[in-house]
């Protein structure tokens, strides 16, 4: 299967601590996106690359928040001081653009961070 | 900006009657929209997808969606629902690159 994948599946952590999330894209696409998602909500937006380049974070992002995708393939997200309200499922998506509009992405199947 | 907003959080329907979930989009500019499902633990899944070549677009699994520029809608519909049809569904739309999911819609099906 050569679909997005992230790593780990699941993480328990202690608030105040710091955690990071991988994410390997599916390996043509150079777009890659990062959302949180809680329960009985739409998929928020966190930040996007082009290859290596951060094109755009969301403004509702705290600076605790950093991803990094230093040579245009994997993607890191990391959170530090974790608090309670970190808690969700973290996706990641990749995408080819086209010449008309944005293509669809291909998500994964989420971290689920669980903060106590 | 851009965002979608899907009028029911939650619709009930019974096995063999068709399907509505509705989307109204605001657009400053011709948009591409979509539709993504999510199943129980499962990942989020292109269910069709809208790029100004044609107003009605036909997805996967039976679903088609109509934009209507208009009314500002982009509802998906099906003739008819199948148990496997339960799951939550999301309105999305473009914006600078990137996309913006409506709050979704849980579809039940009842036997």
């Known amino acids: 299967d050569t679909g997005v994948s992230q790593n780990p599946r699941h993480k328990i952590t202690k608030r105040g601590q710091n955690v990071t999330f991988r994410c390997d894209p599916i390996s043509e696409h150079n777009r890659l996106y990062w959302y949180r998602q809680t329960l009985g909500q739409g998929p928020e937006f966190l930040t996007y690359?082009?290859?290596?380049?951060?094109?755009?974070k969301s403004r509702l992002l705290s600076d605790r928040f950093s991803a990094e995708r230093p040579k245009g393939s994997f993607s890191t997200l990391e959170i530090q001081r974790t608090e309670q309200g970190d808690s969700a499922m973290y996706l990641c998506?990749?995408?080819?653009?086209?010449?008309?509009?944005?293509?669809?992405?291909?998500f994964g199947n989420g971290t689920r961070l669980t903060v106590t | 900006a851009q965002s979608v907003t899907q009028l029911d959080s939650h619709v009930s329907v019974s096995e063999g009657t068709p399907v509505l979930l509705r989307c109204n989009y605001s657009?400053?500019?011709?948009?591409?929209l979509f539709w993504y499902v999510q199943h129980p633990n499962k990942g989020l899944q292109l269910l069709l997808k809208y790029t100004s070549a044609a107003t009605l677009v036909k997805g996967i699994n039976g679903f088609e969606a109509e934009f209507k520029k208009s009314e500002t809608s982009f509802h998906l519909t099906k003739p008819s629902a199948h148990m496997s049809d339960a799951a939550e569904y999301f309105c999305v739309v473009s914006d600078r690159g990137k996309l913006i999911f409506g709050q979704g819609t849980e579809l039940s099906v009842k036997p």
């Open positions: 657009s400053s500019y011709s948009p591409s």
């Open positions: 998506a990749s995408s080819m653009p086209t010449g008309q509009g944005i293509s669809p992405l291909h």
């Open positions: 690359f082009q290859n290596e380049a951060q094109l755009e």
